[in-house]
């Protein structure tokens, strides 16, 4: 079982910068991918970005340029660094993380844009 703890979501103005963080309960070393999806209301959840265990990274095309997803394996913990951040950014961000055949996902964080 793996638990998975987002934080740093907030409101913030266009323009601005926010950074999510998110624990998890066991060593990541054995989490080949860990990842942030969102979902803003009425639509579905999308893929943000995701990162392996060896740094490979891949960005929704929507974040290139604008969103940085890290981990640090000896914190047991994910990083998204957001910036430029727009309007259309606004959801609900969630942590995913792939072990074995098992997704797990955590409660999520809101994360609000104002224009």
């Known amino acids: 079982q793996v638990q998975l703890e987002e934080s740093g979501g907030g409101l913030v103005q266009a323009g601005g910068s926010l950074s999510l963080s998110c624990a998890a309960s066991v060593n990541i070393n054995r989490i080949y991918v860990m990842g942030w999806y969102r979902q803003a209301p009425g639509k579905q959840r999308e893929l943000v970005a995701v990162i392996t265990s060896g740094g490979t990274t891949n960005y929704a095309d929507s974040v290139k340029g604008r969103f940085t997803i890290s981990r640090d394996n000896a914190k047991n913990t994910v990083y998204l660094q957001m910036n430029s951040l727009k309007p259309e950014d606004t959801a609900v961000f969630y942590c995913?993380?792939?072990?074995?055949?098992?997704?797990?996902w955590g409660q999520g964080t809101q994360v609000t844009v104002s224009s």
């Open positions: 995913n993380a792939g072990v074995g055949l098992r997704v797990y």
